[in-house]
C-alpha cells in the first residue's frame, strides 16, 4: 500500500544538471542551433513522417532483429512488434545502454520503461503508425570496469577478470561466482527466489555477455513488447560501409564535431566526447584496437598490425564485422539502420548527441528527436516518516549534504537569530558611510570600504562559529539527518546512479516495475519522488 503521493519536479526545479541541458530542457535560443526538433507528440509525428520518407533498409534489419530473438520465448506484444516492424508505416524509438552486470543502477530501469511508455503514448494518440520501442545493447562498448559490478545493500559484487575484446562477446567465465556470493547474502523470501531465477535462466545459462543480458532484459520487459537488438552483426555493418569508409579516409566526423565543440565551448558549455581523426576501432581474435592512420598507413594502436589505403578498404568491404564505431559514430550507425525517430537518453548521453547535428546534416541521416530521461528517488515508507519528523521537505533533497545540515541547523536554531537582517543592517550602516565619505575624503571612503570588507568577513565567521555551537547541541539529529542522507545519497550520489534493482526488487517483487512505469512520463522531464510501503 502506498502511504504518500507522488512528488514531481521539473528541470526548472530540479538543479542537478548541466548548464547545456538545462538550456536546452528550458528551451533557451543559446542551443537552438544544436538540435532540430525538441521533444513533444508535433516533434514526434513530424519527425515520424520525415523517417518513414527516407527510411531504405527496413528488411535488413528486421531480419536481423527476427533471427536474434528467435531463440526468446517472446511475449505475444513482442511478437506483434516484430510483425509490425516490417510495415512501412512503423518507425521506433530507442534507448541504448551498456550491458551492465545484472543491469548496474536503477536509471537503466527508467531509459528503458520511458522508450515503453512514450511509443505506448504516441500510438494511442496516433493509430495510424506503429510506434516499437527498441533497447540497443552497447555489445562493442570496451569498458569493462564500468560494466563489472553492481550494488547491493552498500556491499560491490565484482566480476573480475582479463578482458580485451567487445565486451558482448565475451565468455562469462567467473561469473558464476559472482552471483554464488550475491544469492548466499540474499534472504529465503519469495522475491529473493525470484532474483534467483532471474540469474539462473540468464547469467548462468548463457554463452556469452550479450546473449545473457538479451536473456535478462527479456525476464524483466519482454511483456511490454520490448525488442532488443545487438548492432554487432555483419548484415548491419554492411550498410555502414560508405559511412565508416568516408571517416577512415575523409576524416569528417573529425572536422564537423571538432567546429561544434568551438561553437558549444564559445556559449560557456563544455563537451561530453571529443572526435579522433578516425572514429572507428577493428575487432578481431579477442580484440579491440583503435585505428590510426599515420604516413598515409593505417596502424592498430598497441598492435603491429598495419594496413595499406587499399588493403584497409578491402577489409572493410569484405570484413564490416571487424570494424567497430566509436561513440561519435555509434548514433549515426543507429539512425542509420533503424526507423527510428527519437533517442532517450541520460543527460551525460543528451550532451554528446548535441554535438552531432551537423555531422548527421552531413551524412544526408535524419537527426532524432531528443528526449531527456526522466529520473526518481524511491523512499520507503520508514524513511520518508525520518524526513517529516526532522522537518525536511522533500524539495531540500537536491541541497548537498553540508547545505542540508547547515539548513537543518539555523531552522532549528534555541534562539531566533534572523542572519540575513542583520547582514542588511550592516551593510546599509556601510553604505551611509560610503556616501558620507565621497563628500569629504576618498582615502576615508577607502578605508570604509576595507572595514566594509572586514566586519562582513567577521559576521560570516561569527554566523559559522554559532552554527558551530549549534552542532554540537544538536548533534543527535545532525547525525540522524546525516545517517538518512547517505542512505538517500549513496556513495554521495543519487540513489538512480548507484542502487541495483535488487534491492527494492527483494521488497517489493514484480509491482516494483510496475510502480515505476506509472510514475515516468512518456515525454517531459520530471523527477520523481516516490514513496512506497
Not at 159 to 165: L, S, T, V, Y
Not at 387 to 398: C, T, V
Not at 438 to 448: A, H, N
Request: glycine fraction near 2%.
Amino acid at each position: 500500500m502506498e502511504v504518500s503521493q507522488t512528488i514531481s519536479f521539473d528541470a526548472k526545479q530540479y538543479n542537478k544538471f548541466s548548464s547545456l541541458i538545462f538550456e536546452y530542457l528550458t528551451q533557451d535560443k543559446n542551443v537552438d542551433e544544436f538540435y532540430e526538433l525538441f521533444p513533444n507528440e508535433s516533434s514526434l509525428i513530424q519527425q515520424a513522417e520525415k523517417k518513414l520518407k527516407h527510411f531504405q533498409h527496413r528488411k535488413i534489419t528486421h531480419q536481423v532483429l527476427s533471427n536474434q530473438m528467435s531463440k526468446l520465448a517472446l511475449t505475444d506484444k513482442q511478437k506483434e512488434n516484430l510483425k509490425k516492424f516490417e510495415s512501412d508505416n512503423t518507425v521506433t524509438i530507442t534507448t541504448g545502454h551498456q550491458l551492465n552486470l545484472f543491469t548496474g543502477p536503477l536509471y537503466f530501469f527508467y531509459k528503458i520503461l520511458q522508450t515503453i511508455k512514450c511509443c505506448e503514448y504516441m500510438q494511442k494518440l496516433h493509430p495510424e503508425i506503429n510506434f516499437v520501442p527498441i533497447f540497443w545493447m552497447a555489445t562493442e562498448d570496451h569498458d569493462f570496469e564500468e560494466i563489472n559490478h553492481f550494488y547491493f545493500k552498500n556491499k560491490k559484487y565484482i566480476w573480475n577478470r582479463e578482458f580485451g575484446d567487445a565486451v558482448g562477446r565475451m565468455d562469462l567465465k567467473g561469473i558464476d561466482k559472482v552471483f554464488e556470493q550475491f544469492q548466499n547474502d540474499l534472504n529465503t523470501s519469495k522475491n529473493s527466489q525470484q532474483l534467483r531465477d532471474l540469474i539462473n535462466k540468464s547469467y548462468l545459462s548463457s554463452d556469452n555477455l550479450s546473449e545473457a543480458t538479451q536473456k535478462l532484459v527479456q525476464e524483466l520487459f519482454g511483456k511490454f513488447g520490448l525488442l532488443m537488438l545487438d548492432a554487432d552483426d555483419v548484415e548491419l555493418k554492411k550498410l555502414m560501409i560508405p559511412a565508416f569508409e568516408t571517416d577512415l579516409i575523409d576524416h569528417k566526423a573529425f572536422e564537423i564535431v571538432s567546429n561544434s565543440n568551438e561553437k558549444l565551448i564559445e556559449k560557456n558549455h563544455n563537451v561530453q566526447v571529443n572526435p579522433r581523426e578516425i572514429n572507428l576501432f577493428y575487432l578481431n581474435n579477442g580484440l579491440r584496437e583503435r585505428i590510426i592512420e599515420e604516413n598515409q598507413e593505417f596502424k592498430l594502436l598497441d598492435s603491429n598490425k598495419s594496413f595499406s589505403r587499399n588493403e584497409i578498404l578491402d577489409e572493410l568491404k569484405n570484413h564490416p564485422e571487424r570494424f567497430s564505431p566509436n561513440v561519435i559514430l555509434r548514433p549515426l550507425y543507429q539512425e542509420t539502420i533503424l526507423p527510428n525517430i527519437a533517442y532517450i537518453g541520460g543527460s551525460g548521453e543528451m550532451a554528446y548527441w548535441l554535438q552531432l547535428k551537423d555531422f548527421f546534416k552531413s551524412q544526408n541521416v535524419l537527426f532524432p528527436v531528443l528526449i531527456v530521461r526522466n529520473s526518481m528517488l524511491i523512499l520507503s515508507e520508514k524513511q520518508n516518516s525520518k524526513l517529516e519528523r526532522l522537518g525536511i521537505n522533500h524539495r531540500d533533497l537536491f541541497l548537498s549534504k553540508q547545505e542540508l545540515i547547515n539548513q537543518f541547523i539555523q531552522n532549528n536554531l534555541g534562539v531566533e537569530i534572523d542572519f540575513e537582517r542583520y547582514e542588511i543592517q550592516l551593510n546599509q550602516i556601510f553604505d551611509e558611510l560610503e556616501e558620507f565619505s565621497t563628500q569629504t575624503d576618498v582615502t576615508f571612503s577607502k578605508m570604509v570600504n576595507a572595514q566594509r570588507t572586514k566586519q562582513l568577513k567577521g559576521f560570516e565567521k561569527m554566523k559559522k562559529r554559532l552554527i558551530k555551537a549549534e552542532k554540537r547541541k544538536q548533534s543527535d539529529k545532525v547525525e540522524r539527518l546525516s545517517e538518512l542522507y547517505d542512505e538517500v545519497y549513496p556513495h554521495s550520489n543519487l540513489q538512480e546512479r548507484i542502487v541495483n534493482f535488487s534491492e527494492l526488487y527483494l521488497e517489493y517483487g514484480n509491482e516494483l516495475i510496475e510502480k515505476m512505469y506509472a510514475e515516468i512520463q512518456p515525454i517531459n522531464f520530471q523527477f520523481t519522488i516516490k514513496i512506497l510501503a
